[in-house]
């Protein structure tokens, strides 16, 4: 079954520390990317995606995330985290096969920002 | 815009209640959805809608359904609540297909007991 993995449930870190969340898919077809980022007590908002083309991607707040087609991932990162960063990470993708598919949630990474 | 509204914020049912989770969008997206978010499990799928007229299911469908009757509003009923429908609910909006970048609303928590 086409699903998404996130490698990590919960992730502390100090401020100015950098930051990698890994994303991995499991269908060697045509895909689209998401990050989404939901901050405490917020709803869900979309941090970058991925569609075609070059496969470094920036975002919004200075988060970037590269798209690997050889090991099917598609990892965040920001080389500096602020404590305003703490919210929890969910890496998203929608398959296109013979018809395209619906959005798949990973499993979400809560990120902790120590000031 | 006001974007994606939900109502209620909180909802605490007993179990064999029902109840209607309302979704408004002022967008003009064809694209709507209903995720639940349960602790350490992302968001699952619903049911989703491509038009006014035309609902189907998602991922996890049982013991909901939903009607599409205009563009704006996509509401989510629960018949016979059961304490496993305890969740945050989501609802979605994108103006294309799913590929697109959905828009969410700020969630319904609601609890079964």
């Known amino acids: 079954a086409q699903s998404v993995s996130q490698h990590n449930h919960h992730v502390i870190l100090s401020e100015a520390a950098s930051l990698e969340l890994g994303c991995n898919y499991s269908?060697?077809?045509?895909?689209?990317l998401f990050w989404y980022v939901q901050y405490p007590g917020q709803h869900l908002q979309l941090l970058l995606k991925y569609f075609s083309g070059d496969p470094l991607v920036k975002g919004i707040k200075g988060f970037e995330a590269e798209f690997i087609k050889s090991k099917f991932s598609f990892n965040l990162r920001k080389p500096s985290v602020q404590w305003s960063d703490t919210a929890e990470y969910f890496c998203a993708v929608v398959y296109y096969g013979g018809s395209q598919g619906n959005l798949i949630f990973g499993k979400g990474t809560k990120l902790s920002v120590k000031p | 815009n006001a974007g994606v509204t939900q109502t209620p914020k909180f909802r605490i049912l007993k179990i064999g209640q029902s109840m209607t989770l309302q979704c408004t969008q002022d967008?003009?997206?064809?694209?709507m959805y209903w995720y639940r978010q349960d602790p350490g499990m992302g968001l699952k799928l619903i049911y989703y809608?491509?038009?006014?007229?035309?609902?189907d299911k998602g991922e996890v469908p049982n013991g909901y359904n939903v009607s599409r009757s205009t563009t704006e509003d996509f509401p989510l009923r629960l018949e016979l609540a059961a304490p496993s429908q305890t969740s945050v609910y989501f609802c979605a909006s994108s103006y294309r297909s799913p590929g697109a970048e959905q828009y969410f609303g700020p969630g319904t928590r609601l609890t079964v007991t």
């Open positions: 809608s491509v038009g006014a007229g035309i609902t």
């Open positions: 967008m003009n997206h064809n694209y």
């Open positions: 269908y060697g077809g045509t895909v689209n």
